[in-house]
């Protein structure tokens, strides 16, 4: 009789933990918000009228990221609450300079769509719900920096580089090479206008010769925005050489 007893005193606990709206509420403050993972898996909840989340990502410094919250049910054009974005866990104080990319296709009217690069290892959200009313939504937040594994300057051969901007709006990015230890021996900063492409190599930036590495390219366009092309090429060879190489994200996804 214990035994059963202490079965059901268990199951009910259980029963009353799951079904609590508090065990399944997002965070309420600064200091105790929901984690999101930032690898664009899509999360749905609901807001209630002059509700405040908090949202929480553990943030690569140097990498960029998209985050975008969106009204699930609006009929009408509404986004889901005012979005703010914090570098400092725990407090809140200190605001990320996002860059707003709700318009940028594939556009969102009912979302809110920043994205950023990291300035500190976690990164704060806020919802903020001012329509009077509850509103359902999903939340994602995607890594959106591109990745290259090799790049080299040894002897004659030169590494080359083309991004093409896939959306309607000017973008912004900064490629960054590493050398094999993963000390940055370059870096350059590139405006990227609609449907047009922005290109360089080693030559051009004055790598250091007789060098491998690898490369990293961050952006303020949501995910899919840049499509990359990388090669190590030696066209001084009575044959040239041409070899292409990967530059793609390893953390995003265009759903």
């Given at each position: 009789?214990l035994r059963?007893?202490?079965?059901?005193a268990?199951?009910?606990?259980?029963?009353?933990?799951?079904?609590?709206?508090?065990?399944?509420?997002?965070?309420?403050?600064?200091?105790?918000?929901t984690?999101?993972?930032?690898?664009?898996?899509?999360?749905?909840?609901?807001?209630?009228?002059?509700?405040i989340?908090?949202?929480?990502?553990?943030?690569?410094?140097?990498s960029?990221?998209?985050?975008e919250f969106?009204?699930?049910?609006?009929?009408?054009?509404?986004?889901?609450?005012?979005l703010?974005v914090?570098?400092d866990?725990?407090?809140?104080?200190?605001?990320?300079?996002?860059t707003?990319?709700a318009?940028?296709?594939?556009?969102d009217?009912n979302?809110?769509r920043?994205?950023?690069?990291?300035?500190?290892?976690?990164?704060?959200?806020?919802?903020?719900?001012?329509?009077?009313?509850?509103?359902?939504y999903s939340?994602?937040?995607?890594?959106?920096?591109?990745?290259?594994?090799?790049?080299s300057?040894?002897?004659?051969?030169?590494s080359?580089?083309?991004?093409?901007?896939?959306?309607?709006?000017?973008?912004?990015?900064?490629?960054?090479?590493?050398?094999?230890?993963?000390?940055?021996?370059?870096m350059?900063?590139?405006t990227i206008?609609?449907?047009?492409?922005?290109?360089?190599?080693?030559?051009?930036?004055?790598?250091?010769?007789?060098t491998t590495g690898t490369?990293?390219?961050?952006?303020?366009?949501?995910?899919?925005a840049?499509?990359?092309?990388?090669?190590?090429?030696?066209?001084t060879?009575s044959?040239?050489?041409?070899?292409?190489?990967k530059?793609?994200?390893?953390?995003?996804?265009?759903?």
């Amino acid at each position: 009789m214990l035994r059963k007893i202490s079965v059901v005193a268990v199951v009910a606990v259980l029963v009353f933990l799951v079904g609590s709206p508090l065990a399944r509420a997002e965070g309420t403050t600064c200091a105790n918000p929901t984690v999101i993972v930032p690898d664009g898996r899509i999360t749905t909840s609901s807001i209630a009228a002059g509700g405040i989340f908090f949202f929480r990502i553990t943030s690569r410094v140097g990498s960029s990221y998209s985050a975008e919250f969106h009204n699930v049910l609006g009929a009408a054009v509404q986004t889901p609450g005012t979005l703010s974005v914090f570098s400092d866990p725990g407090t809140c104080a200190a605001a990320v300079t996002t860059t707003n990319a709700a318009g940028t296709d594939p556009g969102d009217l009912n979302g809110n769509r920043v994205t950023f690069t990291a300035t500190t290892t976690g990164t704060v959200f806020s919802l903020n719900n001012t329509s009077g009313g509850t509103l359902t939504y999903s939340f994602t937040v995607s890594d959106t920096t591109m990745f290259s594994p090799g790049w080299s300057t040894n002897g004659t051969y030169d590494s080359f580089y083309s991004f093409l901007n896939t959306t309607g709006a000017t973008l912004t990015g900064t490629l960054t090479l590493y050398n094999t230890l993963g000390t940055q021996v370059g870096m350059t900063n590139f405006t990227i206008n609609s449907n047009s492409t922005a290109s360089t190599n080693t030559s051009a930036l004055a790598t250091v010769r007789n060098t491998t590495g690898t490369a990293k390219f961050t952006h303020n366009g949501p995910p899919g925005a840049i499509l990359a092309e990388a090669a190590i090429a030696n066209f001084t060879l009575s044959t040239p050489y041409f070899q292409g190489v990967k530059f793609q994200p390893a953390r995003e996804s265009t759903h």
